[in-house]
């Protein structure tokens, strides 16, 4: 069997358990008059269509169809909204240790979304839905400690991990690997795979702009154009847990979201296109910027303008790193230590105040370097490399269906 067959099993393994598990659910509410029932009984009748859909093998299409887009918007959230109810009745109900449960509940959590991913989000084909569920995937994914109290969560450390979505970000990982290789796309690169044309010079020096610029965001003092480049205060606070695991969070998952799925899909989308590779990038790099303006949340509108900006001309600058190496593991220790080093000296992952006309003076230099040294990545031995990693990455040369029979 494939490793899809084997996942298409888990897949209604766990659909199953789910489903008695809200049965269970269910009658105790029922049995106590709790009102929450009424929400348990569609919940799982939609569990119950997943079992179905995913038994027939050859359904209508209309029923295909159907299912395909009311799990993709629902099942994430019920997977999340169950394990938060399941660990939470296992340690107040049961009186079972809250350490061991949690740890062996944030170790399922990291893989449970795979089988989801494989059976149900294998099945969207169309490059504008891709990108539209991998976001509201990761939002869902990400929010496990909104189904999870985390006065439950026992050691500090954990009620860390699962604050600041560092859990959530790794599983969030697994589950776009598992839908990228279901659309035949590329792994996000483990084993390196430079080839002809790749230069470690380049690869240095992309390096050196990103350690630059990273000390220059952290701790540049300059208030005018005459010091910026040549004021600074190198002053360490002691890391904390959240904040590091913060920027850990940011890290993989945008890089995982954007990088790795929306560049991915842009790439597929804009295949037969001459240029692919600046069209799949200005619109990853865009959407990580977009992205930034939920922050408005906590943040006022024109702080938020000048980060959203910032991350626009960041991501064009990772995803050439990223496309130039075929490693997403660099970009994620670039974008996490840019994060870490600012979170660490302002002692805050938000952004405060109001945007300064020096906030706008060093966001025009930052877009100009960035997005500089990424049109100098277009040309040359560097655009041909990047263009085989490209081609990787859309699933070319690649393969696909791997067996695992036992006799």
């Given at each position: 069997?494939?490793?899809?067959?084997?996942?298409?099993?888990?897949?209604?393994?766990?659909?199953?358990?789910?489903?008695?598990?809200?049965?269970?659910?269910?009658?105790?509410?029922?049995?106590?008059?709790?009102?929450?029932?009424?929400?348990?009984?569609?919940?799982?009748?939609?569990?119950?269509?997943?079992?179905?859909?995913?038994?027939?093998?050859?359904q209508?299409?209309?029923?295909?169809?159907?299912?395909?887009?009311?799990?993709?918007?629902?099942?994430?959230?019920?997977?999340t909204?169950?394990?938060?109810?399941?660990?939470?009745i296992?340690?107040?109900?049961?009186?079972?240790?809250?350490?061991?449960?949690?740890?062996?509940?944030?170790?399922?959590?990291?893989?449970?979304?795979?089988?989801?991913a494989?059976?149900?989000?294998?099945?969207?084909?169309?490059?504008?839905?891709?990108?539209?569920?991998?976001?509201?995937?990761?939002?869902?994914?990400?929010?496990?400690?909104?189904?999870?109290?985390?006065?439950?969560?026992?050691?500090?450390?954990?009620?860390?991990?699962?604050?600041?979505?560092?859990?959530?970000?790794?599983?969030?990982f697994?589950?776009?690997?598992?839908?990228?290789?279901?659309?035949?796309?590329?792994?996000?690169?483990?084993?390196?795979?430079?080839?002809?044309?790749?230069?470690?010079w380049?690869?240095?020096?992309?390096?050196?702009?990103?350690?630059?610029?990273?000390?220059?965001?952290?701790?540049?003092?300059?208030?005018?154009?005459?010091?910026?480049?040549?004021?600074?205060n190198?002053?360490?606070?002691?890391?904390?847990?959240?904040?590091?695991?913060?920027?850990?969070?940011?890290?993989?998952?945008?890089?995982?979201?954007?990088?790795?799925?929306?560049?991915?899909?842009?790439?597929?989308?804009?295949?037969?296109?001459?240029?692919?590779?600046?069209?799949?990038?200005?619109?990853?790099?865009?959407?990580?910027?977009?992205?930034?303006?939920?922050?408005?949340?906590?943040?006022?509108?024109d702080?938020?303008?000048?980060?959203?900006?910032?991350?626009?001309?960041?991501?064009?600058?990772?995803?050439?790193?990223?496309?130039?190496?075929?490693?997403?593991w660099?970009s994620?220790?670039?974008?996490?230590?840019?994060?870490w080093?600012?979170?660490?000296?302002?002692?805050?992952?938000?952004m405060?105040?109001?945007?300064s006309?020096?906030?706008?003076?060093t966001?025009?230099?930052?877009?100009?370097v960035?997005?500089?040294?990424?049109?100098?990545?277009?040309?040359?031995?560097?655009?041909?490399?990047?263009?085989?990693?490209?081609?990787?990455?859309?699933?070319?040369?690649?393969?696909?269906g791997?067996?695992?029979?036992?006799?």
């Open positions: 069997m494939s490793g899809r067959d084997y996942l298409h099993i888990w897949y209604l393994a766990q659909s199953a358990v789910i489903l008695f598990l809200l049965l269970l659910i269910g009658a105790w509410e029922a049995y106590h008059g709790i009102r929450l029932v009424v929400v348990i009984i569609p919940v799982a009748l939609l569990m119950l269509l997943a079992i179905v859909s995913a038994s027939i093998p050859h209508p299409h209309w029923l295909e169809l159907i299912n395909r887009w009311l799990q993709s918007i629902f099942q994430p959230l019920i997977l909204v169950v394990w938060g109810m399941v660990t939470r296992l340690i107040v109900r049961l009186q079972l240790p809250a350490r061991g449960i949690v740890a062996l509940g944030m170790i399922y959590y990291v893989v449970m979304f795979a089988p989801f494989s059976e149900i989000g294998g099945q969207l084909q169309w490059a504008v839905g891709r990108i539209i569920y991998l976001f509201w995937w990761m939002n869902i994914v990400l929010a496990m400690s909104v189904a999870f109290p985390l006065k439950f969560s026992g050691p500090h450390a954990f009620a860390v991990l699962i604050s600041t979505g560092a859990v959530g970000a790794v599983s969030f697994v589950m776009v690997t598992t839908v990228m290789r279901a659309w035949h796309l590329s792994w996000p690169g483990i084993k390196p795979q430079f080839g002809w044309g790749f230069s470690w380049v690869l240095l020096t992309l390096i050196i702009v990103d350690i630059l610029f990273t000390i220059w965001n952290a701790y540049g003092t300059g208030n005018s154009w005459k010091n910026m480049f040549f004021q600074y190198f002053v360490w606070k002691r890391p904390t847990g959240t904040l590091t695991m913060e920027a850990f969070e940011a890290a993989v998952a945008e890089e995982t979201l954007c990088r790795f799925g929306f560049l991915g899909c842009a790439l597929y989308a804009f295949r037969n296109f001459n240029n692919r590779i600046p069209y799949a990038v200005l619109l990853s790099s865009a959407l990580f910027g977009l992205m930034h303006y939920f922050n408005l949340i906590g943040q006022s509108f702080i938020t303008t000048v980060q959203v900006l910032s991350a626009f001309s960041m991501g064009i600058f990772f995803a050439v790193v990223y496309l130039y190496t075929g490693q997403l660099i994620m220790i670039m974008h996490f230590l840019i994060d080093t600012s979170f660490m000296v302002s002692g805050t992952s938000v405060v105040g109001k945007a006309a020096m906030d706008w003076v966001l025009f230099v930052e877009m100009v960035f997005i500089g040294i990424s049109i100098w990545m277009m040309y040359g031995n560097r655009r041909q490399v990047m263009k085989r990693h490209a081609d990787r990455l859309i699933g070319e040369d690649q393969h696909f791997f067996r695992l029979e036992f006799n």
